[in-house]
């Protein structure tokens, strides 16, 4: 097909199939190749063919094929799509594409690209279709059909007054009800200002998600500090950032650097290690805490080894006690069950839930130092031994107050609760275990040594 330049015959094969078909069919071969094959289509079954293609091919065909035709597959394909992957092309490419755009694609363009890259502005399209004040059911039903290019979802149209602003909301549903009465206003039945859920440009993407996830829609509607309404994040946008923010959360709880739009398996290994070593050097340097709050204590733990044996159970049960706290709060704060106005509802509950946990691990710290220490050569007292349980009871209450307060510090500061991660809070109750540990070896148990 390809060698006989036969263009009918690559016209018939990019419209008989399905054009994700097409794309898996095309994926095998080179950029060029595909290119050829494409530009028998036309240009709206040649950018629907494109969008299924991988973002790293779709880069391959733009970077090396002809400008001026790439600028027509651009300007073809939704907006939010081809931002992000001119995101991903060189810049040099982007430069030369962009001034063969229309004027208006290219504003589009670059307005959608000067958003910060967790910004509601950045996950907006711009093609969502626009009614006007004063319209009845008629001229909706018109100006519809005159918009399908803008289709990126119909189910909501979006009323605009004449400076932009958005107005209101009226369902197709309840459009097509009124398809008989042609001169019935459409104010009559949409939803007016006062009732419209919107998101602003320079929101960070999870207020779009949550309130998707709060009222179930199918869109929600972005506008700027005025009223005026630039696009909308439908809810597949929303379900693609919300695995983004999961992956990123993910991330960020095992103290790894989020790896952004790259995969774990094409990500740089130098990268990778990049993104994994800054933390683990900053928990390393973090751990200098605990070494010298031992070498702090070397008095104690020479002249009483046994209490040695016990420190990395003590340590471990606060830092897995407080990973708990933390996972739960960062996880209700991500699902809006909490807010910062519940801090002292959550810090009441989790002094309760210190106490409850405590008590029942400093039991099994002490049945474990009974059996270790209690009998045999070299035992220990049963009165000496009760520092252990005392340690474990002490350790776990202040580890989980902890780790379930820090999440909401972090929240407060403007920063993202995730950071607060596991190794994190491992980390601080290791320095904070060995501290309470010793500290209470020193004067329960110290004076009473010879």
Known sequence: MIASNDAEEMRVFCSALHPASTAEFLSSLEAGEIWTILLAADATLRAEIFSYFDEDLQVQIIESCPREEIAKLIEEMPSDDRVDVLDEVE???VDEILPLLSTEEREDVELLRSYEDDACGAEMSSDFIRLHEGMTVGQAIAEIGSQTHLMET????????????????VSAKDLLRRINRQDEPIEGFMKSKGTLVTVDANDRREEAIRLVE??????????????K???VITHDDVLDAAVEELVENAHMSAAVDPLGDETYLDANLWTLARKRF???AILLFGAI???????FFNNVTERIVWLVAFLPMVVSSGGNCGGQAATLVVTALATDEISLDDWKRIAKRETAMGAILGALMAVCGYVNAILIYAFGEGSVGFDDLLIVPLAVFCVVFISNLVGALLPLLFKKMRLDPALMSNPFVAGLSDALGTFVYLWLALILIMPFVA
């Open 91 to 93: 810049q040099d490419a």
């Open 154 to 169: 119909v189910y909501y149209l979006y009323v605009l007054d004449d400076a932009e602003r958005l107005v209101g909301i």
């Open 214 to 227: 709060k009222y179930d829609f199918v869109a929600i509607p972005v506008v700027d500090c005025d009223g």
């Open 229 to 231: 309404m630039l696009g």
């Open 278 to 280: 800054m933390w683990l």
């Open 289 to 295: 805490t605990t070494a010298i709050i031992l070498k």
